[in-house]
């Protein structure tokens, strides 16, 4: 257990290959999107706190890096669309300084605008506040492949779990929506697990032979938990394990375990108990 805001909250698998092998929660793979954004604030230590709190082993996070080298838990090329005021017209993040972003608070989901505002935080932040027994989904989203490396020693860096195992690999997986060669390619190289995410869609534009063609470079795969059966079908029958996304209700995830999923990306966090649905 860890305690969090005196809260004692449930403990998570501890390592990636608990979380993806070793039967931790009934053999199904629980992730918090964005650490719950149909609930909280996207990307908040709330969000990710009441993720941990309701269960979530995995954490998902998604970073841009600003322009003094900064990986801020940030989905979008620009923080618009989440800042609780009405500025527009900003910069990217890659052109904003990390003391710029943090001159801005993050709004309430449409949902529950009153939950809110919530400052950004930094990849390392969140991480170092869960790294005792979570694990952690990595998504690049805007950062230029020239900083995979840098992003990737940042991961092996962040180390310190309550069983004494280092970060990078153990404590990470890199995940990607769609076909992102370099960026499995620099997971592979350094033993990283991978989360490759799909949507039916990608039947249209991936070309002939998906998803098998693409398919292959991660280790993990995801699609929507409303595709087609034949969809569902077709990328079960790579042998890996596909995560069902992204899911709001009970009735989202039972959608995507009658499909064939072997775990869930979730946002509704609050509506979708991992022990009971």
Known sequence: MTIVDNLVVPYGPGNVANWIDAGWQDYEMWSAHRGGSYDWPELSMRAYTQAVINGYGCLEISVNRTSDGVYAAVHDLSIER?????????????????????????????????????????LETIVNTY???????????????????????????????????????????????????????????????????????????????????????????????????AHWTEIKATGKKVLGHICVTPADVDMARSKGADGFQVSGVEQINPVTD
Do not use: C
Request: hydrophobic share 40%; charged share 20%.
């Open 82 to 122: 989440v800042i609780f005021s009405p500025d527009t017209g900003l910069p990217p993040v890659s052109e904003m300084t990390w003391a710029q972003i943090q001159a801005y608070e993050a709004a309430g989901p449409i949902n529950f605008r009153e939950r809110a505002p919530e400052p950004f935080e930094r």
């Open 131 to 229: 790294k005792a027994s979570h694990v952690f989904m990595v998504d690049p989203k805007g950062t230029d492949v020239s900083h995979y490396p840098e992003l990737l020693d940042l991961l092996d860096s962040l180390t310190g779990n309550v069983l004494g195992e280092p970060g990078g690999p153990t404590r990470f997986i890199g995940k990607y929506v769609g076909d992102n060669q370099v960026w499995a390619d620099a997971l592979a190289e350094r033993g990283y697990q991978s989360w490759g995410a799909y949507y039916d869609t990608d039947w249209v534009t991936g070309g002939a032979g998906f998803p098998a063609s693409s398919a292959a470079m991660w280790t993990l795969l995801g699609l929507n938990y409303d595709a087609s059966q």
